[in-house]
Protein backbone atom coordinates (compact mmCIF):
# COMPACT_ATOMS: atom_id res chain seq x y z
CA UNK A 1 0.00 0.00 0.00
CA UNK A 2 1.09 3.34 -0.72
CA UNK A 3 2.16 5.72 1.67
CA UNK A 4 -1.00 8.27 0.92
CA UNK A 5 -2.94 5.38 0.66
CA UNK A 6 -1.99 4.31 4.32
CA UNK A 7 -2.34 8.20 5.27
CA UNK A 8 -5.72 7.49 4.15
CA UNK A 9 -7.02 4.65 6.39
CA UNK A 10 -5.58 6.35 9.61
CA UNK A 11 -6.65 9.67 8.54
CA UNK A 12 -10.35 8.88 7.18
CA UNK A 13 -12.35 11.76 8.17
CA UNK A 14 -15.46 10.04 8.54
CA UNK A 15 -14.47 6.38 7.75
CA UNK A 16 -17.56 4.99 9.89
CA UNK A 17 -20.19 6.40 7.97
CA UNK A 18 -18.58 5.92 4.22
CA UNK A 19 -17.78 2.28 5.60
CA UNK A 20 -21.48 1.63 5.80
CA UNK A 21 -22.54 3.88 2.67
CA UNK A 22 -20.73 1.59 0.71
CA UNK A 23 -21.66 -1.42 2.55
CA UNK A 24 -24.97 -0.41 2.10
CA UNK A 25 -24.18 0.04 -1.99
CA UNK A 26 -22.73 -3.00 -1.84
CA UNK A 27 -25.91 -5.21 -0.38
CA UNK A 28 -27.95 -3.64 -3.05
CA UNK A 29 -26.47 -6.55 -5.29
CA UNK A 30 -25.06 -9.03 -2.85
CA UNK A 31 -26.39 -10.94 -0.70
CA UNK A 32 -25.71 -9.81 3.19
CA UNK A 33 -23.75 -13.80 3.35
CA UNK A 34 -21.24 -12.64 0.57
CA UNK A 35 -20.41 -9.54 1.90
CA UNK A 36 -17.29 -8.66 2.70
CA UNK A 37 -15.08 -6.21 4.74
CA UNK A 38 -12.05 -6.67 2.46
CA UNK A 39 -14.52 -5.61 -0.65
CA UNK A 40 -15.87 -2.80 1.07
CA UNK A 41 -12.60 -1.21 2.23
CA UNK A 42 -10.98 -2.03 -1.39
CA UNK A 43 -13.80 -0.23 -2.63
CA UNK A 44 -12.82 2.88 -0.83
CA UNK A 45 -9.56 2.74 -1.05
CA UNK A 46 -8.35 1.81 2.67
CA UNK A 47 -6.12 -0.92 4.83
CA UNK A 48 -7.85 -3.80 5.04
CA UNK A 49 -7.38 -3.43 9.20
CA UNK A 50 -9.12 0.20 8.61
CA UNK A 51 -12.94 -1.21 9.04
CA UNK A 52 -11.89 -2.91 12.20
CA UNK A 53 -11.22 0.54 14.05
CA UNK A 54 -15.12 0.99 13.50
CA UNK A 55 -16.74 -2.60 13.53
CA UNK A 56 -15.75 -5.55 15.47
CA UNK A 57 -16.19 -7.63 12.49
CA UNK A 58 -18.60 -8.39 9.47
CA UNK A 59 -21.40 -9.36 11.86
CA UNK A 60 -21.43 -5.92 13.53
CA UNK A 61 -20.72 -3.92 10.31
CA UNK A 62 -24.46 -5.84 9.56
CA UNK A 63 -26.16 -5.43 12.67
CA UNK A 64 -25.16 -1.21 11.61
CA UNK A 65 -26.86 -1.80 8.18
CA UNK A 66 -30.11 -3.60 9.82
CA UNK A 67 -30.24 -0.71 12.31
CA UNK A 68 -29.91 1.56 9.33
CA UNK A 69 -32.31 -0.14 7.89
CA UNK A 70 -34.87 -0.17 10.68
CA UNK A 71 -34.26 3.57 10.93
CA UNK A 72 -35.41 4.69 7.61
CA UNK A 73 -38.63 2.21 7.66
CA UNK A 74 -39.44 3.45 10.66
CA UNK A 75 -39.40 6.98 9.36
CA UNK A 76 -41.65 5.68 6.61
CA UNK A 77 -43.79 4.03 8.57
CA UNK A 78 -44.34 6.84 10.41
CA UNK A 79 -45.16 8.98 7.68
CA UNK A 80 -47.79 6.59 6.42
CA UNK A 81 -49.24 6.85 9.60
CA UNK A 82 -49.48 10.29 9.63
CA UNK A 83 -51.11 10.05 6.21
CA UNK A 84 -53.85 8.28 7.17
CA UNK A 85 -55.71 11.05 9.52
CA UNK A 86 -57.69 9.89 12.55
CA UNK A 87 -58.57 6.84 11.22
CA UNK A 88 -56.67 3.94 12.53
CA UNK A 89 -57.92 1.27 9.62
CA UNK A 90 -56.38 3.86 7.36
CA UNK A 91 -53.88 4.08 9.16
CA UNK A 92 -52.91 0.30 9.02
CA UNK A 93 -53.44 0.53 5.18
CA UNK A 94 -51.13 2.92 4.84
CA UNK A 95 -48.69 1.79 6.89
CA UNK A 96 -48.57 -1.89 5.17
CA UNK A 97 -48.32 -0.25 1.80
CA UNK A 98 -45.31 1.32 2.89
CA UNK A 99 -44.02 -1.50 4.95
CA UNK A 100 -44.22 -4.26 1.44
CA UNK A 101 -42.70 -1.09 -0.78
CA UNK A 102 -39.73 -0.98 1.48
CA UNK A 103 -39.27 -4.37 1.51
CA UNK A 104 -39.48 -4.51 -2.67
CA UNK A 105 -37.57 -1.72 -2.90
CA UNK A 106 -34.52 -2.83 -0.02
CA UNK A 107 -35.06 -6.50 -0.46
CA UNK A 108 -31.49 -7.76 0.82
CA UNK A 109 -31.62 -4.99 3.90
CA UNK A 110 -35.25 -6.44 4.36
CA UNK A 111 -33.87 -9.89 4.46
CA UNK A 112 -30.72 -8.69 6.86
CA UNK A 113 -33.10 -7.41 8.77
CA UNK A 114 -35.33 -10.10 9.79
CA UNK A 115 -32.58 -12.60 9.07
CA UNK A 116 -30.43 -15.03 11.28
CA UNK A 117 -27.35 -13.12 10.47
CA UNK A 118 -28.17 -10.28 13.06
CA UNK A 119 -29.78 -12.77 15.90
CA UNK A 120 -30.05 -12.72 18.61
CA UNK A 121 -30.86 -8.91 18.35
CA UNK A 122 -30.27 -8.50 22.47
CA UNK A 123 -26.11 -8.24 21.04
CA UNK A 124 -26.93 -5.58 19.45
CA UNK A 125 -28.65 -2.86 21.34
CA UNK A 126 -29.44 -0.44 19.15
CA UNK A 127 -30.80 -2.23 16.64
CA UNK A 128 -32.93 -4.08 18.95
CA UNK A 129 -34.14 -0.91 20.56
CA UNK A 130 -35.06 0.30 17.43
CA UNK A 131 -36.81 -2.78 16.01
CA UNK A 132 -38.52 -2.19 19.20
CA UNK A 133 -39.52 1.38 18.09
CA UNK A 134 -41.38 -0.14 14.99
CA UNK A 135 -43.55 -2.67 17.04
CA UNK A 136 -44.42 0.40 19.29
CA UNK A 137 -45.43 2.58 16.35
CA UNK A 138 -47.90 -0.45 14.87
CA UNK A 139 -48.80 -0.59 18.93
CA UNK A 140 -49.50 2.79 18.51
CA UNK A 141 -51.90 2.51 15.73
CA UNK A 142 -53.89 -0.27 17.32
CA UNK A 143 -54.75 1.32 20.57
CA UNK A 144 -55.70 4.52 19.15
CA UNK A 145 -58.12 2.37 17.65
CA UNK A 146 -59.62 1.40 20.64
CA UNK A 147 -59.56 4.56 22.10
CA UNK A 148 -61.57 5.91 19.42
CA UNK A 149 -64.21 2.84 19.54
CA UNK A 150 -62.52 1.54 15.88
CA UNK A 151 -61.74 -1.80 17.60
CA UNK A 152 -62.51 -3.65 20.05
CA UNK A 153 -60.47 -3.89 23.22
CA UNK A 154 -57.97 -6.65 23.61
CA UNK A 155 -54.39 -7.37 24.34
CA UNK A 156 -52.84 -4.66 21.73
CA UNK A 157 -49.05 -6.13 22.31
CA UNK A 158 -50.63 -10.08 20.89
CA UNK A 159 -52.81 -7.97 18.27
CA UNK A 160 -49.64 -6.01 17.18
CA UNK A 161 -47.87 -8.94 16.64
CA UNK A 162 -50.58 -10.94 14.63
CA UNK A 163 -51.12 -7.36 12.27
CA UNK A 164 -47.40 -7.49 11.59
CA UNK A 165 -46.93 -10.77 11.01
CA UNK A 166 -49.78 -10.76 8.49
CA UNK A 167 -48.40 -7.88 6.18
CA UNK A 168 -44.80 -9.37 6.96
CA UNK A 169 -45.91 -12.45 5.04
CA UNK A 170 -47.10 -10.65 2.21
CA UNK A 171 -44.14 -8.70 2.24
CA UNK A 172 -41.84 -11.84 2.35
CA UNK A 173 -43.98 -13.68 -0.30
CA UNK A 174 -43.11 -10.52 -2.70
CA UNK A 175 -39.97 -10.63 -1.85
CA UNK A 176 -38.90 -14.34 -2.43
CA UNK A 177 -41.77 -15.08 -4.98
CA UNK A 178 -41.62 -11.85 -7.27
CA UNK A 179 -42.94 -14.05 -10.19
CA UNK A 180 -46.24 -14.83 -8.09
CA UNK A 181 -47.28 -11.00 -7.74
CA UNK A 182 -45.70 -9.99 -11.44
CA UNK A 183 -47.96 -12.31 -13.51
CA UNK A 184 -51.02 -13.74 -11.57
CA UNK A 185 -51.57 -11.02 -8.32
CA UNK A 186 -51.83 -7.58 -8.12
CA UNK A 187 -49.84 -6.65 -5.32
CA UNK A 188 -51.82 -3.79 -3.62
CA UNK A 189 -54.98 -5.49 -3.96
CA UNK A 190 -53.35 -8.32 -1.50
CA UNK A 191 -51.81 -5.77 0.85
CA UNK A 192 -55.36 -4.79 0.78
CA UNK A 193 -57.30 -7.45 1.34
CA UNK A 194 -54.72 -8.88 4.04
CA UNK A 195 -55.27 -5.81 6.09
CA UNK A 196 -58.94 -5.05 5.93
CA UNK A 197 -59.52 -9.21 6.47
CA UNK A 198 -57.81 -8.08 9.75
CA UNK A 199 -59.53 -4.81 10.62
CA UNK A 200 -62.84 -6.60 10.07
CA UNK A 201 -61.48 -9.47 12.52
CA UNK A 202 -60.68 -6.92 15.27
CA UNK A 203 -63.29 -4.14 13.85
CA UNK A 204 -66.04 -2.92 17.11
CA UNK A 205 -69.78 -4.51 16.89
CA UNK A 206 -72.32 -2.20 17.02
CA UNK A 207 -75.26 -3.25 19.60
Do not use: C
Not at 8 to 20: F, S, T, V
Not at 38 to 58: D, E, I, N, W
Not at 98 to 105: G, H, L, Q, R
Amino acid sequence: MTQAASQRAYHHGNLRAELLEEAVEQLRHTPAEQLSLRAVARALGVSQTAPYRHFSGKEALLAAIATRGYRELLDLLGSARDAGGDSASQQLRLVARSYVDFAETQEQIFKLMFGPLVQPSADYPELRGVSRETLLLVQSILQHGMHNGEFEEQDVIYLANASWAGIHGVATLRVDTPGLYSKHIDLLRQIDVAVNAFINGIRRRKN
